[in-house]
């Protein structure tokens, strides 16, 4: 995520157009290998996954992914899951 997105972001969430449930649904973070980036999975909103070169690019990247997902979902007037929080526990 480049800083005019990170912008975006927060200027959505302080003005209240962000989605307050998004920070609620747990993300998965690891680190691939395969794809040299650390990989962000949100398990509750199938097909909502991000990667960065750090954990916090992930982190951030999967912030404004979930927040798509949403807005996507609302305006094709499909159902978005109810956030349950932690679902694995290690």
Same mark, same amino acid.
């Given at each position: 995520?480049? @800083?005019t997105q990170s912008r975006k972001l $927060?200027? *959505?969430?302080?003005? %209240? *157009?962000?989605? &307050?449930?998004? /920070? +609620?649904?747990?993300? $998965? /973070?690891?680190?691939?290998?395969?794809? &040299?980036?650390? $990989?962000? +999975?949100?398990? !509750? @909103?199938?097909?909502?996954?991000?990667?960065?070169?750090?954990? =916090?690019?992930? @982190?951030?990247?999967?912030?404004?992914? $979930? =927040? !798509?997902w949403l807005d996507t979902a609302r305006?094709?007037g499909r159902p978005i899951p109810k956030? +349950? %929080? *932690? @679902?694995?526990?290690?």
């Amino acid at each position: 995520m480049d @800083l005019t997105q990170s912008r975006k972001l $927060i200027a *959505r969430i302080l003005s %209240g *157009r962000a989605d &307050q449930n998004m /920070i +609620k649904y747990e993300v $998965i /973070i690891y680190w691939s290998e395969e794809d &040299q980036a650390f $990989i962000a +999975k949100v398990p !509750e @909103l199938p097909g909502c996954m991000a990667d960065g070169p750090t954990y =916090q690019d992930a @982190l951030a990247s999967a912030e404004m992914v $979930i =927040q !798509e997902w949403l807005d996507t979902a609302r305006e094709m007037g499909r159902p978005i899951p109810k956030p +349950k %929080g *932690r @679902l694995i526990f290690a």
